[in-house]
């Protein structure tokens, strides 16, 4: 079983703070790494893809990868309370293949 | 208007029943899955399709068939609903972007299912 794994949360971090939300994988023939947000009864909704070692910045949104340690990470700067959601690391081994989903961090930001 | 639907939004049926989840997409995506989500457990997949004459298992499949009418439509059945098969069901496509090396997923508004 390959497997996705991330802290259930919750993580909590106050209004303007960066939030850090980790995912590690266990098959290295990951290729490519995405992050879904999912607000409560809603779809999961994609944040951002990275698919090279190194770090991957979209406004207020940072992904880093590091494929030697099966890790990949999200900031998020400038944490709003409108960031409260729980967000999904998702992993494709064969392209094209479906996703292989972690179960998800909670982030609750603070006003 | 949303590209992936599905239909029901909400549905609450009975054990035995025997239940028809749908979902159509514009995105002109060859690619359809059916997942569900559990409180705890996340996202479970549970039949995908890459083509119309092409359907796989995925890791849940038990209890669970389907159909993919055209490329723009992929439907889940549940034969004979049971209880544990109350859950949040999504529908997504993919597609390979210009320049990607991964297919992305986009996920429907989902169904939420309740078996009595």
């Known amino acids: 079983q390959k497997e996705v794994e991330q802290n259930s949360g919750p993580l909590s971090v106050p209004e303007g703070a960066i939030a850090s939300l980790n995912c590690t994988y266990s098959d290295r023939g990951s290729q490519s790494f995405f992050w879904y947000r999912q607000y409560s009864g809603k779809s999961p909704e994609l944040i951002m893809f990275?698919?090279?070692?190194g770090d991957k910045e979209d406004g207020r949104f940072t992904a880093q990868l590091n494929k030697a340690s099966q890790y990949v990470s999200l900031l998020i700067r400038d944490s709003q309370p409108s960031d409260s959601a729980t967000y999904l690391c998702a992993v494709n081994v064969n392209s094209g293949y479906a996703l292989n989903f972690g179960k998800g961090t909670s982030l609750l930001v603070t006003p | 208007d949303a590209d992936v639907t599905q239909t029901p939004r909400n549905r609450i049926t009975k054990t035995g029943k025997r239940i028809m989840l749908e979902c159509s997409q514009t995105k002109g995506h060859d690619r359809m899955y059916w997942y569900r989500q559990d409180p705890g457990l996340g996202l479970r997949l549970i039949y995908y399709s890459f083509d119309v004459k092409d359907i796989n298992k995925g890791e849940i499949s038990d209890g669970y068939s389907v159909s993919r009418q055209a490329q723009a439509k992929f439907s889940l059945s549940l034969e004979s609903a049971i209880p544990n098969q109350t859950a949040l069901y999504f529908c997504a496509t993919s597609d390979k972007p210009s320049g990607r090396s991964s297919y992305e997923q986009y996920f429907g508004p989902g169904t939420r299912l309740t078996v009595t």
């Open positions: 990275i698919y090279s070692n």
